[in-house]
Nanobody, 119 residues
Framework: VQLPACGGGLVQAGGSLRLSCAAS????????MGWYRQAPGKQRELVTA???????RYADSVKGRFTISRDNAKNTVSLQMNSLKPEDTAVYYC??????????????WGQGTLVTVSS
């Protein structure tokens, strides 16, 4: 199973970026999908997650600015990031809890994509 992510880059404060991640490989089904981030010198933290039933949760720091969505037919998850702040600068990782066979759930991670917000 692979989770290549795309959409990172450099943006000025107040700008927007959209990240996307598509799961491919031996996939029987996908449960939760989400995005984490890791800033320099800090631990990886949850940004947002979405269940298959599209229930969502967000870190307090991004509520009202970021929106997660998924396409179950295409096994993709996206993150729309608006009103970006310099403190949003980090490597963003997508993840997915994937059934590789009935009853066998594994968590997979993307390779990460760098988001840099300049002040």
């Amino acid at each position: 199973v692979q989770l290549p992510a795309c959409g990172g880059g450099l943006v000025q404060a107040g700008g927007s970026l959209r990240l996307s991640c598509a799961a491919s490989g031996s996939i029987f089904g996908i449960n939760s999908m989400g995005w984490y981030r890791q800033a320099p010198g800090k631990q990886r933290e949850l940004v947002t997650a979405i269940t298959r039933g599209v229930s969502t949760r967000y870190a307090d720091s991004v509520k009202g600015r970021f929106t997660i969505s998924r396409d179950n037919a295409k096994n993709t998850v996206s993150l729309q990031m608006n009103s970006l702040k310099p403190e949003d600068t980090a490597v963003y990782y997508c993840n997915a809890d994937i059934f590789v066979e009935p009853g066998k759930l594994r968590r997979y991670w993307g390779q990460g994509t760098l988001v840099t917000v300049s002040s």
